[in-house]
């Protein structure tokens, strides 16, 4: 996600758990939202980049859940922040790191007899999975659009008829997509399915619209087999593998952050969020957040647009900021193609999590020529909230700004 534009936010489609059904990938999709909050004021329009994330939602199941996740959970949940389309477009990087955190729990004593657990029975929702290119048409459509929130529900044991359900939640006004699939327990691990109806549940219609797809006479296609390979002892977390060589990770509950970026993502409430997350995370000690180095790619932002688009770069309004070492700062936008605009400076801590940065190098950058621009602006720059992942800051203009660190 490397080009940004100015009036509208971005979001990427790509690749729902299992399932044979013929859709068309959706495109990706630009807009403006407008909300206002009395904590964080002067909100005026609004700037998002989509990221996966997670709902703000925990499902019990009807079964007592611990709200903890442990440190090698933890790190799970860490690799997944940032990543879009549930896998699509993560990085080398970033596979490599949730891939190796996914081992690790493999690895580990979770519930030994999964598929005889309480814990695996209930609504789990999809955060990651792998192997889009060999996905079937309803994960490559579904999957990968972050506004879109996919559930599966398990149930084999408190039922008299089990059955395993992938559901895509269009929204609350829209809708969902149901798919279902008669189930059964194999062994400790492995559950079997076969897919057998489906249907569109919209809110305009008094009665569901049947999914066009003959099960019956997909024969093999229509079945499979699910393993679980970890459930957590607090049954909030679940990795699995399917038939297909799909890898998939899911949750009941989430954590704080997981919730933030997905209000972010569905551009709905998230001056709220904002605001219901800072307060969960109070800094006692305002000398603790820094400005962490690195690449911070903005994804949301409260921003008052002017009318010069120079002049937002120039404010930090856009792009990405590069926290550099001995107190050195960029900001960087993508204009078109090969061409960026690039503005130096250097940041210094005047007092709590508060600093004063004075941008002084402007240039527009095309290829290895530069063409440099008279353009300086002192900033006052506020940290909310950081961590090695995600920063809340306030900026010019009081603008309220949240970065993730690109990796």
């Given amino acids: ?55 703000s939602s925990t499902f019990t199941g009807g079964q ?36 190796s955190a996914v081992k690790v729990l493999e690895g580990l004593q979770g519930i030994p007899n999964p598929t005889e657990s309480e814990l695996i029975e209930g609504r789990w929702q999809l955060m990651f999975t792998t192997r889009p290119g060999t996905a079937s048409p309803i994960q490559r459509t579904f999957t990968g659009v972050d506004v879109f929130t996919v559930f599966q529900d398990v149930y084999l044991k408190t039922t008299n008829d089990p059955r395993v359900s992938n559901i895509v939640k269009f929204s609350d006004f829209i809708g969902e997509l149901k798919v279902e699939a008669v189930a059964s327990i194999k062994d400790a691990k492995r559950v079997l399915f076969r897919f057998d109806r489906a249907a569109f549940a919209l809110k305009f219609l008094p009665f569901k619209v049947p999914y066009p797809v003959p099960f019956r006479l997909l024969g093999d296609e229509a079945k499979g087999w699910l393993d679980t390979t970890y459930l957590s002892p607090s049954g909030n977390l679940r990795i699995s593998r399917g038939n297909k ?7 009941k509950e989430t ?16 001056a709220e969020a ?8 109070t800094n006692s000690k305002e000398d603790d957040y820094e400005l962490l180095e690195g690449n911070w790619q903005m994804i949301w932002s409260s921003q008052m647009y002017t009318d010069s688009w120079l002049e937002n770069a120039a404010n930090g309004l856009m792009g990405r900021q590069i926290i550099e070492k001995d107190g050195r700062i960029k900001f960087e936008v993508n204009i078109v193609p090969a061409f960026r605009f ?40 506020q940290v909310l909230y950081t961590d090695e992942k995600m920063r809340i800051s306030r900026g010019f203009d009081n603008i309220i700004f949240v970065h993730i660190r690109e990796v």
């Fill in 274 to 281: 904002i605001d219901e997350f800072l307060a969960s995370n």
């Fill in 245 to 251: 060589g799909t890898t998939f990770v899911l949750q």
């Fill in 342 to 381: 690039s503005m130096k400076g250097k940041f210094l801590k005047s007092g709590g999590s508060t600093y004063e940065l004075k941008m002084d190098d402007a240039a527009i950058i095309g290829g290895p020529f530069g063409y440099p621009i008279e353009l300086t602006n002192n900033i006052k720059l």
């Fill in 64 to 99: 007592t859940q611990q709200s903890s996740f442990n440190d090698a959970e933890m790190k799970l949940i860490d690799a997944l922040i940032g990543i879009q389309g549930r896998g699509k477009s993560a990085s080398p990087k970033q596979l490599n790191d949730v891939e």
């Fill in 1 to 55: 996600m490397e080009t940004l534009r100015f009036f509208y936010s971005v979001e990427m489609s790509s690749p729902c758990l299992l399932c044979p059904c013929p859709l068309s990938s959706s495109s990706p999709r630009h807009h403006l939202v407008n909300t206002t909050n009395k904590r964080i004021d002067s909100f005026r329009s609004f700037r998002t980049l989509r990221v996966t994330c997670s709902s």
């Fill in 255 to 270: 954590v704080p952050r997981q919730k933030l970026l997905a209000t972010i993502s569905q551009d709905k409430g998230v």
